[in-house]
């Protein structure tokens, strides 16, 4: 397949990935904490207070970019799943098992996020609105992928049972997505839309733009650092990982 | 043919269990009765609430009795042999998927208005309640049968089975009690109704073609 570049091809093996990616993961990890940093201190301190919130509109530069990782990482997973059950791609199954734990922290930390956001503006941390149920069972989705890929002895067989279940459950996200349209809800409609206006000022975006990228980043880091773990569990017996364990205890 | 052998088969199972085969149905009317004595201030004043007992109830009925879907095939190893053949396992998944609904779905798609005539609810309003069932029904077996598959042979069921199929569960359960409430209130449910009917297309078509090769991969470990 010569669409694929070589680097690219060459991550779908284990012992490549587990080499070539190594370096990255401290990039990440420097770029994501920077890139943080630089969009929250630009929100909280050198951004003007919205007409209605107030100050406390601000807690929307950690909220909005977890919320949105959180979601992503879950189609991630679906997608992974596919490519798992279509190709039988060793890393897809690694990835589905890597990111699962660090999306289900993510949404955790969106619904805590939100409830924090909601007790000044709502008056009240939860209601039993469409979109933070949705949020909810998003986290019950993820707690079920970590659990399935416990209890399934297996590996093989978890990869494939990982990967179905990943796939039925994201006919969720759609719901999650659309659920502000079709039911009474007090949560605010998506600000930001793909293909169309963003119905937030400028001078708030940039700040919000920074730490969209910046959990990407911090996200995608945490997630490598996890398929290196995995790796090296899951092939411990290959020759390859003796030799990288015989120079680590050297 | 083969199918219809099968299907008799299992049902013949079924009634031949005696009273075994009743305990979703009782188990059914029991916690729809339980809920209604508990909150009956709120269900004589609005059908709405009715509508909503009945549905949750009918996922737990349909829950309850998933555990031993597949336990006795694959413990005398029926399924092992089925898995052997694409067509046989195929044909064989199809009939439990169909006897389940047989067995719980279509009680519950008649009891259910039943219960809402009894408790004062409006001929419509139940008429709808029973259609909504009669949708969502299947599309509940589907789903709960597609989990149930993952975990077979691993002697886990019960709690855990819960937590895996309650989350895909919620899209139908949220349409189908949509479509109920917004029937009740007069305003148009069209959009909603149309959702029910695309998870049960959806379910209906693929989730039977996926049980065989996740069956087969259940005997081969």
Known sequence: MKFIPTWLHRLA????????????IMWLYVLGTIGFLVGSVWGLAFVPPE???GDSFRILYVHAPIAHVAQLIYISIAVAGV????????MADVYMSAAAPVGCWLTALALASGMIWGMPTWGTAWVWDARIVSTLILLFLFFGLIVLRRVVPNPTRAATALSILAIVGAINIPIIKYSVEWFETLHQPASIELFGDIAIAPVFLTPLFINIASIYVLAAGF????????????NASMTWIQGWIRGQSQ | MR??????REMLIEFRSGVESFIPLVFFLLVVGTFAFTLRSFISGDARVLVAVIWITTLFTSMLSLDKLFKRDHADGTLAVAVLHSEAITATVVTKLVTHWSVTGIPITLLGPVVGLLSGMHFDHALMLGFTLLIGTPTITMLGALVTALLVGLGRGGELLTVLILPLYIPILLFGISVCHLHIESASYTSELLWCFALLTGSTTAIPLALGPVLKMSQDS
């Open chain 1, 13 to 24: 093996s284990p012992q490549h990935f587990f080499g070539d990616i190594k370096s990255w």
């Open chain 1, 51 to 53: 007409r209605y919130q």
């Open chain 2, 3 to 8: 199918f219809w052998a099968l299907y008799q």
């Open chain 1, 83 to 90: 490519v798992h059950l279509v190709w039988k791609l060793k």
């Open chain 1, 223 to 234: 997630i490598l650092a996890n398929m290196r773990y995995l790796v090296v569990e899951r």
